[in-house]
């Protein structure tokens, strides 16, 4: 079960840790990724703080957390080469996974319905 949030977030929950990217909408308004910086493994992110930046030829952009939580991994594959994210943002493209401090608040996300209403 796939959640987003209004700044173009997808989170996939597996027990207690979100594995959390960015959706396809917005890597189409990106444009062609150039550079991806991702969080340190064990930073602490809060809900709607800056998580990463993803640098397109177009603009440079922020993603946000879309929860509370610790970064317990991250996908080194989209440093090294950031136009996997243009080709597959909401599966092997992921960002990091956040260990959630409360799980619960999942609930407050969007679902699909939700989102594609969202983006029209």
Known sequence: MLKFTPEHEW???????????????AADQLGDLVFVELPEVGAELTKDGNAATV???????????PLDGEVVEVNQ????DPSLVNF?????????KLKLKNVSDIDSLMDEAAYKDLIG
């Open 55 to 65: 640098e397109s030829v177009k603009a440079a952009s922020d993603v946000y957390s």
């Open 77 to 80: 594959a989209i440093v090294d």
């Open 88 to 96: 597959d943002p909401q599966a092997a493209a992921w960002f990091f």
């Open 11 to 25: 989170l996939k929950l597996e027990g207690d840790v979100a594995t959390v990217g960015i959706t396809s909408h």
